[in-house]
């Protein structure tokens, strides 16, 4: 047990040096209970020691670990973590907790922030001991509201680790079905098998209960068992009353009882205590080992790590050559992957160059889908003619009505540009992303930097892009080609009929127009839409 628990405190003072103490937590004793229900008096009376603060109200306002060690030594001694190796006598011990506590609840009225102490004598018991501060329902004055929360919190982060063992208090003066470490102690333990009931205060127990009966009631869960206890109350200390005085009132207390005294197994700090050094000693030889494997394990994630990390970055001149490594290594990816030269049988999906001939091939089969229509009716067409040639008259299709509807035409084709558009940019940004290289996974921030100005640049020439598109379709809308034939015809009819209403009248010619106007749309959209399509090499 001896070796166990000095090994235990090498680890722990191993990892305190570390600064991972939260990421491996080791054996301990911990207290839970509610406020004044006796933690501090149960835990002092196992040291057998006056090292605690005593008072009223909240006195434990953070944990407080106690770690004790038997010495050769002829004398008994203590250090505190927070004060490095001064050695201090146990008579100063609660002051210095009392000011350290002061020191560590300045800003917030209870913290998580613990104290350390380390105390040698050759008649310590082996054990680690945690207090903790006392569970309340509600903030009293001068108390922060979340004060209920705050300690809710720190007790059930201390107690959920397997490796830890409850120690539930449990005031047997109030009414024990009222006990709030139980629920505590369940969410951390829900079968109870790291936990150990303590009843104090039995002294206190109101006339007409029967003590036995209430702690067998709740005592159901505690698969370690459960003990009863008298520590003693404010005037037994104010009298100045030793712990040896305590232990024979306790033992004398329990043996004038008839009840008690026919279940002595279970009754006073002797039993407790022997009960936790059992316990403790079960809980070290159990977890030591899967401790050690924890520390193994997390060793090897740290040298994995280390291992990607590689060397640090090179100074001076160096530092040039090993940039342009770097950024060499990054281009080359991005140079196999688009040649396919770099592609390996791991993906399940088209990567790199394949990908960008894919939305190649896809954008140009969808602009060859996107057909003209005329938009126009014959009788609108014939109007327009007619309006367009003034008093003279015209003959011609005009231009302008050409230009018009072809570029209402070429606007369609902005849906499969844009799209084609987006889709380059989202997979160019997914291939960045994607980039694996040394300089990366070395460093984390310069691949986030990397990204980030890729991305940033890439919105830019987006922008730019989209500008250009909409200036080459308004372009190719413009541009009519006075090579291109235009059949005559002739303008018949546009008269009204007998009954006043208006109606346009198409003779064949007028329907020779309108068709020569499909063609010459269709002819000219086609051929800007080819131009189109063009700028998109195949
Ligand atoms: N009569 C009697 N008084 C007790 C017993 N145990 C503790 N007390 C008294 O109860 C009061 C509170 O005890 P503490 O040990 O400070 O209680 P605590 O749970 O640590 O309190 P906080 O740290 O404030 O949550 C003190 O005055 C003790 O002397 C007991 O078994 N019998
Ligand atoms: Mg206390």
Do not use: W
């Not at 406020?35 to 605690?52: D, T």
């Not at 280390?306 to 290594?329: C, E, K, M, R, W």
């Not at 990816?333 to 894919?358: A, K, N, P, Y």
């Amino acid at each position: 047990m001896e070796n166990l628990v000095k090994r235990l405190n090498v680890l722990q003072n191993s990892l305190i040096q570390a600064d991972i103490t939260k990421l491996i937590q080791l054996p301990e004793i911990i207290v839970v209970g509610e406020q004044s229900s006796g933690k501090s008096s149960v835990l002092q009376s196992i040291i057998e020691r006056e090292i605690l603060p005593k008072g009223q109200g909240i006195v434990t306002r953070c944990p407080i670990r106690i770690r004790m060690q038997k010495s050769k030594e002829d004398r008994e001694y203590a250090y505190f973590e927070h004060l490095g190796k001064k050695e201090f006598t146990l008579d100063e011990v609660s002051e210095i907790i009392k000011k350290r506590t002061e020191e560590l609840t300045e800003i917030d009225y209870v913290t998580d922030t613990e104290i350390t102490i380390d105390l040698f004598g050759p008649n310590m018991t082996n054990l680690t001991l945690v207090d903790l501060p006392g569970i309340v329902s509600i903030a009293s004055e001068g108390q922060p509201e979340d004060i209920v929360q705050k300690i809710e919190k720190i007790v059930s982060q201390r107690i959920k680790s397997n490796h830890v063992l409850i120690l539930a208090i449990t005031p047997a003066s109030n009414d024990s079905s009222n006990s709030k470490s139980v629920p505590m102690a369940k969410q951390a333990d829900p079968e109870g098998l790291r936990t150990l009931g303590v009843f104090t205060k039995l002294d206190r127990i109101e006339k007409g209960c029967n003590p036995l009966e209430m702690m067998e009631k709740i005592s159901t869960y505690f698969k370690l068992g459960y003990v009863g206890v008298v520590c003693r109350d404010q005037s037994d200390i104010i009298s100045g009353k030793t712990f040896e005085d305590q232990f024979k009132k306790e033992a004398k207390f329990f043996s004038d009882n008839d009840e008690f005294k026919q279940n002595f197994e279970i009754f006073g700090i002797p039993a407790l205590r022997n009960n936790l050094e059992n316990e403790f000693r079960k809980q070290l030889e159990k977890t030591l080992p899967i401790i050690s494997k924890e520390v193994d394990d997390q060793i090897k994630e740290v040298d994995d790590e280390l291992v990607v990390i590689g060397n640090g970055i090179p100074q001076g001149y160096y530092l040039h050559a090993y940039s342009y490594t770097a950024f060499n290594d990054i281009f080359l990816q991005i140079e196999t992957l688009m040649d396919g030269s770099g592609v390996t049988l791991l993906s399940d999906e088209l990567v790199g160059g394949s990908l960008f001939r894919q939305l190649i091939i896809d954008f140009h089969r969808a602009i060859k889908l996107v057909k003209a229509s005329l938009d126009i009716q014959e009788e609108k067409f014939l109007l327009y003619i007619l309006n367009s040639g003034g008093i003279e008259g015209s003959c011609k299709i005009p231009n302008g009505l050409i230009k018009q509807l072809v570029s209402k035409n070429l606007e369609h084709l902005k849906k499969p540009i844009f799209e084609f558009l987006n889709k380059c940019v989202e997979n160019i940004v997914k291939f960045i992303r994607g980039l694996k290289c040394g300089l990366f996974n070395q460093y984390k921030k310069i691949n986030t930097l990397f990204i980030m100005k890729f991305e940033d640049i890439l919105e830019k020439a987006k922008e730019k892009i989209e500008k250009k598109i909409r200036f080459l379709i308004e372009l190719e809308g413009r541009y009519i080609d006075p090579d291109m034939n235009f059949s005559d015809f002739k303008l018949v009819s546009y008269i009204e009929e007998k009954d006043n209403k208006k109606k346009v009248l198409i003779d064949d010619d007028a329907s020779k127009g309108y068709d020569d106007l499909t063609t010459q749309v269709i002819k000219y959209y086609s051929k800007a839409r080819e131009s189109l399509d063009e700028n998109v090499p195949k």
